[in-house]
Structures are given as C-alpha cells and as structure tokens.
C-alpha cells in the first residue's frame, strides 16, 4: 500500500471581495490619517481600527467564525451610526457603511443580536476622555503618563489666573475670550466697576461646548448678572444621551453656584454669583487646551492679558489709595471706606495665607468698597483646592528681592495718579 499522503492543518480561506475591498479602504485610511489626533470630529478611524482588531485574528476555517465576525460587523455598525451626524460628507464614512451592509448580506449576519468589544480590557465608554487615554495606553503597549490637566481662574476686578499658573489684573473692558480650542469656548464681559478706575469685573458668561460624536450636539450656555441658571439656553441640563451624562449641569446653589461637567472632554467648570458679579474656574486637559487654529491665540487662559490691558506690572498690583504718601497707620480714608489696615484686617478673616489672593482681595477692597469681593477671592482659592491638579502649585506668592514683593516685606507699587506708594510689613 502507499504511503497515506500527509495530513494537512485546514487553511483559512482568502477573504470575500467585500471584506478585501473594505480593507484596502482602511489601508488608505490608514495610510492618510496616520497622525491624526483626538480632535477629528469624525471618529471612522476609530470604528474601523477596531473592527480590524476584532477580526484580524479570526480564522474562517473554524466553526465559530461567522459568529464572531457577524458580532464584530453589527459592533462596526453601531460605531457608525453613532459618529452618523459628525461624518455627514465623508467619503470614508459612506464607504464604511456601504461595506458593512455588503459584509452583513454575505455572511448572513442579522442586524440585531450581539456585538463585541475589541477586548474586555479595551472596552470603554467613547464619551468618557479619561476612558479614551485608558485605551490609547492600552493600545501603545505599555505604560503612558496620565493625562495632564490645566486650571484657569477669573474673579474679582478681574484678576486672572492663566493655564501656565501666571497671575494678572487686568482691565479688558468689553466682551474677551478666555478659551477657544476645537473642544469648548469661554467669553466675558467685563465692566467697570467704579469711576475713576480702570478696574473691571465679570458681568457675562457665554460657554459654548461644540458638538463631538455622538457625546453631545453643540450647545451653549450664558450667565448674567441675577441670572445664573441651570440649565443651557436651549432649557436642556444635558448633552447627548441623558443616560451616559456625558455633558451635564449640576446646581449647586440656586442662582449663585453652578457646575458643569463635560466627561468626553474631561472637563469641569465652575461659576459663581458673589455680589453683582461673576467668577470663573475651570479644569481641562492640556491636550485639549492647546488643540487650536494659529487664528484662535487670542486666549486670556492660554496667553493671559495683552500687555496694554495690564493692571499689574509684573504681578505687582496698585494701591488704590487717594490722599499723599502716609506712613503705616495713618488715618487714609479713600472713597472706598476702606484703609489698607481695615482691608488687611477684612481680608484675613477668611484667607489666612497671605498668597496672591490674599493680596487680590486687599486690592479688590480699595478699588470697590465692596465686601463681596473678600467672598469672591476666598471662593477663587477654594476652586483651586478644587480643581487644580497640582496642590503644591495651589498658592502662589509674590516675589521677593530686586524691589519685588517678597514673602515677609510686602508693598504694592504706585501706578496712576489715584495710586501711591504704600509699604507695609503685614
């Protein structure tokens, strides 16, 4: 007898022309998005990337195969219907979606039933950015540092603090961006506060979260004096699907504290109504922050005030003060009602580190009178226990040394004829 030819182990067969064609499409796709970031609206790349994950192993020889290839097609599905308003127009999208329709009719796969994951540690929410950085890590292979995030402040007449941790006053009368990425824009309005001085504060809010995916369609938010609502101007409190909240609003006190968070950007916002006006603070991603058009640089958050809207010099403020240059004690009684003793004292009732907020407050006082401008410094720095990421970045002092403000010497320098200079060892 001859010998038995031997055995062989079956082989997978060649892919059917749909599938071929459909990775060819994402072999170009590939090819012309290979850098392409968190910040394209459209996310085909995404869906198919996954798919060809969850297939790329599949052997067509084995008898499960049609039912996990079926179970990753309706999964593609169902990515591309969710990214259906955002890849209106694009070429790839509709080329995506025709081939899934031909993938499903060759296969015989129902529309509805199961659908897969590209694994179980790489399932994730879409709409959840610290969800999405779990996946890129995963992804990569090994270890990626944790996302970095940035934090930016406005309170008071207004004093700003950017998202490089740079403190400044500032006038910007008017209406003034301070953020405006491809993710989320900030403006404000400011006014003056009183005659005779060029300090402002926040009279408006305007936020506008621009619409991503499926996670949430655009919508826009606005604050005004007596006027903080919970709700965006369309009356909705969320955005996208009610159920993931990826988008939402939370009042915390009724007309004076909201707060909104934004999961698939991961970002929190704060706003609050001390007195007549309006504090901001916010906590975003330093990825998402600096993903913005050469035209949007104008960001009081990113690159703080223009110089000539500059109240401070170099972070040293003025002192507010009418009358002549008097020794520490003098009975000085600006318009304000306020001397820098009884500021002081006012102010360390509830800052009892003398940081630069502290010092913003005793500037707030002398400039207004306004009691409420100690609620709204001593607010500022709660939101930065709050939100900034690094505590030991939380305070921040003025300098010392070269006739700067230091940590035991402390003076405000002259600046206009309503100013004068004043030391004093707090």
Not at 220 to 235: C, E, H, K, R, S
Request: hydrophobic content about 35%; proline content about 5%; some cysteine.
């Amino acid at each position: 007898m001859g010998s038995a030819a031997p055995s062989r182990a079956p082989r997978a067969e060649p892919p059917p022309g749909a599938l071929r064609l459909l990775l060819a499409a994402l072999g170009l796709l590939l090819l012309g998005a290979g850098d392409c970031q968190l910040h394209t609206s459209c996310g085909i790349q995404k869906c198919t990337t996954d798919f060809v994950s969850l297939t790329s192993h599949l052997n067509a020889a084995l008898e499960d195969f049609d039912l996990e290839f079926c179970k990753a097609l309706r999964a593609y599905s169902v990515c591309t219907y969710r990214n259906s308003k955002v890849c209106r127009g694009n070429l790839v999208y509709h080329s995506a979606v025709l081939g899934i329709g031909d993938l499903m009719t060759q296969r015989n796969c129902t529309k509805d039933g199961p659908t897969s994951s590209a694994s179980p540690e790489m399932a994730h929410d879409p709409c959840n950015y610290s969800g999405y950085t779990e996946v890129r890590e995963h992804r990569g292979g090994g270890k990626t540092p944790l996302p970095t995030y940035l934090f930016c402040g406005l309170f008071g007449d207004p004093h700003l603090r950017t998202f490089k941790d740079h403190f400044q006053t500032c006038k910007v009368e008017g209406a003034w961006p301070l953020i405006d990425n491809n993710y989320l824009s900030v403006q404000v309005t400011n006014v003056p506060v009183v005659p005779g001085s060029s300090a402002t504060a926040t009279k408006k809010i305007t936020i506008i979260f621009k619409s991503y995916q499926d996670c949430t369609d655009q919508k826009v938010y606005q604050a005004m004096t007596d006027d903080l609502p919970a709700a965006f101007v369309d009356g909705t409190t969320s955005g996208g699907d009610g159920n993931t909240r990826s988008l939402h609003i939370v009042e915390k006190v009724s007309g004076k504290y909201i707060e909104m968070h934004a999961r698939y950007i991961g970002t929190t916002v704060y706003i609050r109504q001390l007195g007549h006006y309006l504090t901001l603070a916010i906590r975003m991603p330093q990825e998402l922050v600096m993903a913005y058009e050469e035209s949007q640089d104008l960001q009081l958050c990113v690159n703080g005030c223009p110089s000539s809207e500059r109240i401070d010099q170099s972070g040293h403020l003025p002192l507010p003060v009418m009358g002549k240059l008097l020794p520490w004690g003098a009975a000085a009684h600006p318009l304000s009602g306020y001397t820098l003793e009884t500021a002081t004292t006012k102010c360390h009732e509830k800052m009892l580190v003398k940081d630069i907020y502290f010092y913003s407050c005793v500037f707030d006082l002398l400039t207004t009178g306004d009691a409420n401008f100690t609620a709204a410094a001593h607010s500022a720095m709660q939101d930065v226990e709050a939100l900034h990421p690094s505590k030991e970045h939380w305070h921040i002092f003025p300098r010392s040394g070269g006739g700067g403000v230091g940590r035991d010497g402390r003076f405000f320098v002259s600046l206009g004829f309503l100013c004068l200079i004043f030391v004093a060892y707090l």
